[in-house]
RNA sequence: GGGUCGGUGCCCGAGUGGCCAAAGGGAACGGGCUGUAAACCCGUCGGCAUUGCCUUCGGAGGUUCAAAUCCUCCCCGGCCCA
């Protein structure tokens, strides 16, 4: 891990300084019965659980969020479980669904799983005291006969239950209704903790705010099949200011945390745009510096917004924590190479170290000497580096001023040539303030 | 099953035979102002093309010089009746 994250400090008393933590952050939504988690927190360190159903390739922002939840367990202590849902994957949850899912094959869940099991394992330690691991809920489902499971598992809830939820009702009213099988869904994720309770001492169970429901009813679960009290604790949702799941960008992109999905820099860059608004709750809620220092980050930020030290903080830190500190330096690097004033204005000027800099983080293609030659115009520089789809939107871009080619606007009229390249190579296409693409002349 | 209203561009929603690539709003994108922020202002917002052409208004046919608009059948949804 790296060294960006606040310790439990000596003085912080017992295992339930973690609630204190998560309060002040604002981490903290809902807990089944408040005190008697605290003494349990107290009494010494706890084993708790958080499923991740791999519905695509990789994890995204959103995703991270329960997952370093854990990880601030894991700090204080606390021994947490990784579920990856191989099972429940299958089903799929119906909640904040208005269709049906279409359900993965074998193929595609199996891929999801071997991009995702990295990441679940990228963030917590696996050796020491609080010994984070890894599960799999395929592993004592795969063999759960359907008899078994209707007489083990079924009898532990009531339909009339089930019925209650949101989620649930939602889709019965809805117009296309649920079926079976996403009904299922919150028995498995119940089983699932029922089976972490009695096998692995479990007694904390973790998530959204969204998945109360479905913890609640595998709590219950847990008491009616074991005579146990387990507990559930989850976190307020976090959303953009327009009310969207985080987790995609401005733009609109999936912030993956993948780079073959989305480059270190690019990630950056999406991070670094955030707003004032939203910045306070990020560098809480996802971030691991200490509280006391993001309150002095906010009051530099407030003194002088301009300065976009909050984002800047915000930006780095998720960076380092994903792709570690090497390719935020890079990120950053690269971004001061074009956003600085002088470089973003005289494009030209920018060394060919720098430009070989760029490659690394930017988007690039390529483009033939032979081409080069013949001339380029402005629409097929354009939709050839892919920076934009098609020539209508190079020519309304061109007319608008949007686009421009190593710091110069690029006019409607002009031909790009070799003598065009920067260093006899390069081509830097900007697209908006945000958006660039690197064009290199291919090597023939 | 019967009746009735409706299915329009990314979303919402006007349009009831030519002036419709289709009002208006939202989203998105670009420009301006800024701080790679917000708000605000301006512009663009099906595709190709240098005054034009092509594809689009649930689907398939038909009427007409001309259809999103009329007719037929079909599919889907809301509401009412059984």
Redesign the pocket.
Known sequence: MTSSESTPSAGSSGGAAILDDLQARGLLARTTDADALRARLDEGPITLYCGFDPTAPSLHLGNLFPLLLLRRFQLFGHRPIVLAGGATGMIGDPGGRSDERNLLDDDALDANLAGILPQLEQFLDFDGPAAARLVDNRSWTANLSAIDFLRDVGKLVTVNQMVARDSVRTRMEG??GISYTEFSYMLLQGNDYVELAQNADCELQVGGADQWGNIVLGVGMVRRRLGRTVHALTTPLLLR??GAKYGKS???DTLWLSPELMSPYRFH?AL??????EIPDLLNRLTFLPVDDIAAIMAD?TQN????A??RAFADAMTDLVHGEAATEAA?EA??L??T?ASATHGLEVSERAFEQLSQELETSTVTAAALDAGITP?DLA?GSGIV?????A???I?????SVNGRPLEADSITTTTSLAHGRYLLL??????HRLIIRSAD
Request: charged fraction near 30%; hydrophobic fraction near 25%.
């Open positions: 117009e296309h200011p327009d401005a733009g609109g860059q670094l745009q955030s707003t004032d608004e930020h917004p301009g300065a976009r909050a984002q950053t971004a001061s074009l956003f004033k629409e939709v789809a098609s020539k209508s939107e020519r309304r871009l007319s608008g001023g949007g686009l900007r697209k908006g303030k945000k958006t």
